[in-house]
């Protein structure tokens, strides 16, 4: 599928952001709460992968290179 484009720090903070982001969607009642659902979803998707398609757009790869 993609290759591997994220490092270890990446995939941390990606999957802290993605739980932030669902724990205010089920606690928040505004119209931005499907927003922040999308962010979750896509951060803890893109952590659990270890790629990021806009990275590998990029260039950017935050990956240690053995």
Same mark, same amino acid.
Do not use: D, E, Q
């Given at each position: 599928m993609? %290759?591997?484009?994220?490092g270890q720090t990446d995939r941390i =903070?990606?999957?802290v952001v993605g739980v932030i982001a669902l724990i205010?969607?089920?606690t928040? %009642?505004?119209?931005?709460k499907w927003l922040?659902?999308? =962010?979750?979803?896509?951060m803890?998707?893109?952590a659990a992968m270890g790629s990021c398609?806009?990275?590998q757009l990029l260039g950017i790869n935050t990956c240690r290179r053995d």
């Open positions: 993609f %290759a591997k484009n994220m =903070v990606r999957t205010l969607f089920f928040m %009642a505004s119209g931005l922040a659902l999308v =962010v979750g979803i896509v803890l998707a893109t398609p806009p990275y």
